[in-house]
């Protein structure tokens, strides 16, 4: 029998082929209607045969485009029309809601990929071949809806035989925004510094409009990168600087030119066998290496696997990313060809400075953001001839306009208790974001409703606020609410840098325009001297001050959709408190619009403030002082490295001159490091700690082990608190570690192998994880544990603190989409403000 049905699909299904897919589909399965893009979704109209429309049904939400995102099909059954055909309906520009979700920008399809290298393909070798399935979305829309002319390919008419493609509903290419070849479509160039001197002014811009114009630029690339050089080449969000990851030279060139000493690079290899003979890729690793969103994640390397010096030295991972854009592709394809024809041998010698260094058979291409230190990434072709002008020798650019910076995302799996792998974010950027994270689904006491909309004290109608917020002052990100949804912007940096604060400020702009958002409501942290505080107050809007590690809690509940109460451990570098002191080991019971200080690490001097992030051996000294240490003889180390910063640290912390107090977490593992001898002399952001952790090493997987658990105990002692305390700023028990650091410090002087005490360490963490959870579920019978802030990137802190706390019959949440750092916050923020925006609707009397 014949019936009809109206079908509405929702979630990610404009950009994404999904309307072809449906007319395939309906062919496949003999069903006449149509299909249209309205305002919420994808709508359809099928008439057929009862059990093919069934299975028209199931495929349609089973099989969906690989980029799409289907979250919720509504079915009702309807009068029979009888279409004898099946149409893609175009709706008028009016109907179509300009906010339909896009998707962000898509690694190069297989289908696609392999075009490039089909020889008998009329875009063989074509550098920005695309197809509905993949290429760039949100770094070249200009304006939604998305439709070419509102994107920088406006500049490029389509040919003839494109233009077909584009109109062709049975096409892979059918309303390919991007679409192009070589005749119509954008071009690569290059220039390089004229006579091979890096300081000399650049030549003349030669463009590859044909494949043999474009293919010649390749081969030059290549021969440079070979030559051991250093080349920029336009990606989808931003520039990267390119060289040869198995030369040493060139690593120590790019280095010392883009002024970055210790971090690790990140590589580009060709496929994910290739990445399996330096790293081990679990089977949810490669899922994530293959996707769409072609991320850099950090993979645990082979111990025997040959790397150059100076690529990752001292770290168990190595970021590893795929070829995403269809230029990336062929780079590394070309460059694969001519190493393996220069150099035959399984094993070979180039560079190297220190005599031999023999280096892997795996071609590799390091791929590091083209800026300079901490600036943002260059997107612009003039800018990058002018602000790497000395970093690189050659510049491979093109002239599709990149619209909006997007620097890689980076991510890695971690052992998640009984989830098991899951992914965990260090930075999100291109391919996950601006999409948005669902707000709370979440009920205020005295109404029955949890509508975000309600009748207001006089009876009429109050709209959700559109919630602005700011995020911290580094690792910056901020969000937008619109409809119970946040926009998490993409990482966007450190904004104590003058030129990140202005594209934070150009990030913000767009993102209003695009989601067409204009914020009645602004959310900041409590930092007073934050610029983003500072501009959070210029606004004549009403601004919701969130305490740092109370976002940090609040953004991993909201992922998981919990609304508390929890217990909240947030171990974190440092962020303001409600006492002015600089919190960051902090236990916080929290719902979702208040919290109550329950514990913290007891407080410590940091001499010097901020300097003391980058002299960790202060940080030591300041814990030593607390914890009476300083005459232990495994300090002797400790105290002969600062010398006579010694006497000026005791200086500053008897007259309490730039001394704040901390209860950061992070910066007791700094101290543990510089104690250690492990990292004092910091190249970049979280070294300390990260080499804390690498320290380990192989000791990791040792199960028969004496943990001298009792000797390095957190200590759980009761805090006293003044008439002034409120129950934000003063908890009720502190984490004493002073045992643990003359337990440290006892091992270190009787010469105990380094890893055994970084282990020892690390594992008292742990437990005083466990013990402060049972603390808290033995006073409130809370069940649900939270863990996040910066410390928890440290996997095996996090992995074992997962694992002990489900143990102990916990629920335990991370975040799971966005970064336990820093990178969290704004959407906490958001959250927070948002929450109180509704208790302030329930008490003015819904
Ligand atoms: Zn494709
Ligand atoms: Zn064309």
Known sequence: MIEALDIQVKGIVQGVGFRPFVYRLAKKYLINGWVLNAADGVFIHAEGEGKLLDEFVLELSDN????????????????????????????????????????????????????????????????????????????????????????????????????????????????????????????????????????????????????????????????????????????????????????????????????????????????????RRLCAVSEVEEGVLTSAQRPIVLLRKHDDAPFAPGLADELPELGVMLPYTPLQHLLLHDFSKELAARFPLRTRTRGGGKGDSAVGEVPLLVMTSGNLHDEPIVTDDAEASVKLFGVADGFLGHDRAIRARYDDSVVRVIRAGSTGEAVQFIRRARGYAPLPLSLPKWTPATDGGGAAVGPGADGTAVAPPFIFATGPEQKNTFALTRDGEAFVSQHIGDLENAETYDAWLAAKDRYEALFEICPTRVACDLHPEYLTTKWAHDQELPVVEVQHHFAHVVSAMAEHQLSGPVCGIAFDGTGYGADGALWGGEVLLANLSAFERFANLAYLPMPGGAAAVKHPLRMAYGAL????????????????????????????????????????????????????????????????????????????EQDDYDSAAERYAIAVTKNTATAASTAQDTSVVLLDAAGTFRALLDDFAAGVPVSLVARRFHDAFVQAIVDISLLVRGVYDIETVVLTGGVFMNRYLVEHALAALEVAGFTVAVNRDLPPNDGCISFGQAVVAWAASKENAANAGV
């Not at 179509?96 to 070798?125: G, H, I, Q």
């Not at 043999?212 to 050089?229: M, Q």
């Not at 490295?641 to 010694?646: K, M």
């Not at 510089?674 to 952790?693: F, K």
Request: proline share 6%; with cysteine.
């Open 64 to 275: 969906p485009p690989a980029a799409s995102r289907v979250e919720e099909v509504t079915l009702k059954e309807v009068p029979l029309e009888n279409f004898d055909t099946f149409d893609i309906r175009f709706s008028d520009a009016g109907a179509v809601d300009k906010t339909t979700l896009v998707s962000p920008d898509l690694a190069t399809c297989d289908d696609c990929a392999w075009e490039l290298f089909n020889p008998n393909d009329r875009r063989y070798r074509y550098p920005f071949i695309n197809c509905t399935n993949c290429g760039p979305r949100f770094t070249i829309i200009e304006k939604l809806p998305y439709d070419r002319k509102s994107t920088s390919m406006k500049d490029f008419p389509m040919c003839e035989r494109c233009a077909a493609e584009y109109g062709d509903p049975l096409d892979r290419r059918f309303h390919a925004q991007p679409d192009a070849c070589f005749v119509c479509g954008p071009h690569v160039s290059w220039c390089e510094h004229e006579d091979g001197d890096s300081e000399a002014p650049l030549g003349p811009v030669t463009w590859g409009r044909t494949r043999e114009e474009s293919d010649t630029i390749l081969t030059r690339a290549v021969e440079l990168l070979l030559a051991g050089k250093i080349v920029a080449v336009k990606g989808l969000g931003g520039f990267h600087l390119v060289c040869d990851a198995g030369n040493a030279e060139a690593l120590a060139l790019l280095r010392a030119r883009k002024r970055r000493r210790g971090k690790a690079f990140a590589v580009m290899a060709s496929d994910v066998a290739a990445v």
């Open 625 to 700: 002082w607390a914890f009476d240490l300083l005459d232990h003889p495994g300090a002797h180390n400790m105290l002969a490295a600062l010398g006579e910063q010694a006497d000026i640290c005791e200086q500053m912390i008897d007259r309490d001159l730039n001394t704040p107090l901390t209860s950061s977490a992070g910066r007791l593992f700094d101290a543990a490091s510089a104690l250690l001898g492990i990292c004092v002399e910091p190249t970049y952001e979280g070294e300390p700690a990260i080499l804390l952790e690498a320290a380990i090493g192989a000791f990791a």
